[in-house]
C-alpha cells in the first residue's frame, strides 16, 4: 500500500512551532517515500473553529513550502461518524451513560478513598432499558463511551483479546499500554458532537492512513485507537510519537506558543527554509544546519534519527540559523525580493552585505547607510579629516579600499584598529557590517568625503 500520512490541525488558532514540527515530520516521511500528505482539518468544535483561522492554516503551509495532496474536513463527515457508531452501539461495543461530570467526579472521589483507581465503573451497561428512559423523561441525554476489551471490574471478559496493547513505534520502540488502567473513553458528548479519539480512527480507515506522527502526548490515546481499529474490523496503521518542545529554559513551552506561530515568523522577517530547517532538525541525531530545499532535508529524513527526549527549542537559535541561510543564498534566488525592498546594487551589493544579515530586511538598512544620509561618528577628526583630503578620484572598485587606506596610514602613521575604526564609523555610523572595501564604491566620493569631514 502506498504510504500515507496525515496531518491534522483543529482551525481554532494559527499553526505554531510545536505543530509545524509534527507538519514537517510528516511532509518528509512523504516525499521520502513517495507517499501522499493530507491536510485534515479536525473542525467538530463548532463554536471555535472558525474559517479564517482554517485559511490561516493553509497560508502558514504554503509559506513553509508544505504542499498537501488532499484536503479533508471533519465537519463535512459527521454523517460518516453516525454511521460509523450506530454500527458500534449495534455490536455492543458502544454504550450509553448519563452520569453528570459532577456525579462522574464524586464517584471518582469515593474510588480513591477506598483505594481503588478512579476508573469508570461501567454502571451505563447495567441500566435497564426502563431506567433508560427514566432519566431521558429527566432531561437526561446519554454521552456514549466505548467498551474496551479488557476485564470488566465486575468480572467477566468482553473477548478473548489481552489488556495489554502494544505496537512498535516508529520513535519510540516497544510501547505497552494497559487498557485494564483505562475508563472506557467517551466517543461522543450528550450533544452527539464525536471526539477526536472517534473521529480520528473512522478518518484513518476511510483516507486509507497508513502511517501517524504526532507528539507523544497521544500515547495512551494509541492504546485507545488500535481497540477501536480493531472493533471495526480495520488494522492499524504504524504509529510514531515525536517528543515534544521544551524551552531553552527547560520549560515547557505551552503559554508561549502564540508568540511562536508562523504568523510571527513571517512578520519577523524569517525564511520559511529556516523554520522548515530547524523543525525537521531539532531533536534528532543531524546537525542543525540550513537547508535551502526541502527536497535535500527529505534526502536525509529518517525517523529512527528522532529522540525521544525532549527537544529544546531556542527562538536565538532559529534566528541564527536565519542569518546562515541568508548568508548562502545567491542573488538570483533573492533579486526579486530585495527589489521589493528598495535594495539596489544588483548581485555585487547583496554579496557585499549577505554576510552581515539576520533577516533580508537588514539589506535595505545597508543599502541606506551606502546610498543615504547617516549621521557619521567621528572618533579621530584629524585622521578622519585627512583621509577625506587623500580619497581619489572615481570610478571606484573593490581595490579603491586597500590603496586609499595605504596612503591614509603613510600619512597619519595610524595603522590596524587606530586606523581602521574611525574610518568605518565615520563611514557608516556601525561599529561592525560588510567588508569596506565592497562598500565603498557605493557610498561614492560625495557621501564618502562628507561624512570624513563630520
Request: hydrophobic share 40%; with cysteine; glycine share 8%.
Amino acid at each position: 500500500m502506498k504510504l500515507s500520512v496525515r496531518f491534522a490541525p483543529s482551525p481554532t488558532g494559527r499553526l505554531h512551532i510545536g505543530n509545524i514540527r509534527t507538519a514537517v515530520l510528516n511532509y518528509l516521511l512523504a516525499r521520502k517515500a513517495g507517499g501522499t500528505f493530507l491536510l485534515r482539518l479536525d473542525d467538530t468544535d463548532r463554536e471555535r473553529s472558525t474559517e479564517e483561522f482554517a485559511e490561516g492554516i493553509r497560508t502558514d503551509l504554503r509559506w513553509l513550502g508544505l504542499a498537501w495532496d488532499r484536503e479533508e474536513r471533519q465537519s463535512a463527515r459527521f454523517a460518516r461518524y453516525t454511521e460509523v457508531a450506530d454500527a458500534l452501539k449495534a455490536s455492543g461495543r458502544l454504550y450509553a451513560c448519563y452520569e453528570s461530570e459532577d456525579e462522574l467526579d464524586k464517584k471518582r472521589k469515593r474510588q480513591l478513598a477506598r483505594g481503588l483507581p478512579p476508573i469508570y465503573d461501567r454502571a451505563g451497561l447495567k441500566l435497564t432499558g426502563d431506567e433508560k428512559a427514566s432519566l431521558e423523561a429527566e432531561g437526561r441525554r446519554p454521552h456514549w463511551r466505548f467498551r474496551l476489551p479488557n476485564t470488566d471490574p465486575a468480572g467477566g471478559l468482553l473477548a478473548p483479546e489481552p489488556t495489554i496493547v502494544s505496537w512498535n513505534d516508529l520513535v519510540r520502540g516497544d510501547q505497552t499500554v494497559d487498557l485494564g488502567s483505562l475508563s472506557d473513553p467517551v466517543l461522543i458528548r450528550e450533544d452527539a458532537t464525536p471526539l477526536y479519539t472517534f473521529t480520528s480512527v473512522v478518518d484513518d480507515v476511510d483516507f486509507a492512513i497508513t502511517h501517524v506522527v504526532r507528539g507523544e502526548d497521544h500515547v495512551t490515546n494509541t492504546g485507545v485507537q488500535i481497540a477501536i481499529f480493531e472493533a471495526l474490523g480495520a488494522a492499524p496503521p504504524a504509529f510514531g510519537h515525536h517528543s515534544l518542545l521544551i524551552g531553552a529554559d527547560g520549560h515547557a513551552l505551552s503559554k508561549r506558543l502564540g508568540t511562536l506561530s508562523v504568523e510571527t515568523f513571517r512578520s519577523d522577517g524569517l525564511e520559511p527554509m529556516a523554520v522548515v530547517s530547524h523543525a525537521s532538525l531539532l531533536g534528532t541525531s543531524d546537525a542543525i544546519e540550513p537547508h535551502r530545499h526541502i527536497e535535500e532535508l527529505a534526502e536525509l529524513f529518517d525517523l529512527a534519527k528522532v529522540s525521544t527526549a525532549p527537544a529544546r527549542f531556542d527562538p536565538a537559535e532559529l534566528r541564527t540559523l536565519n542569518a546562515k541561510l541568508l548568508h548562502k543564498e545567491p542573488y538570483e534566488d533573492v533579486a526579486e525580493r530585495l527589489a521589493a525592498l528598495g535594495v539596489g546594487g544588483g548581485a555585487t551589493f547583496w554579496e557585499a552585505v549577505r554576510g552581515n544579515v539576520g533577516v533580508l530586511a537588514e539589506a535595505r538598512d545597508w543599502w541606506d547607510i551606502a546610498t543615504s544620509d547617516i549621521d557619521p561618528v567621528i572618533e579621530n577628526a584629524e585622521l578622519t579629516a585627512r583621509a577625506a583630503d587623500l580619497l581619489p578620484p572615481e570610478p571606484w572598485d573593490a581595490g579603491t579600499w586597500g590603496a586609499w587606506t595605504a596612503e591614509v596610514g603613510k600619512a597619519t602613521g595610524a595603522k590596524g584598529r587606530a586606523l581602521f575604526h574611525p574610518l568605518r564609523l565615520a563611514l557608516t555610523g556601525r561599529d561592525s557590517g560588510p567588508e569596506l572595501k565592497a562598500l565603498l564604491p557605493f557610498i561614492g566620493h560625495p557621501r564618502a568625503a562628507s561624512r570624513l569631514r563630520g
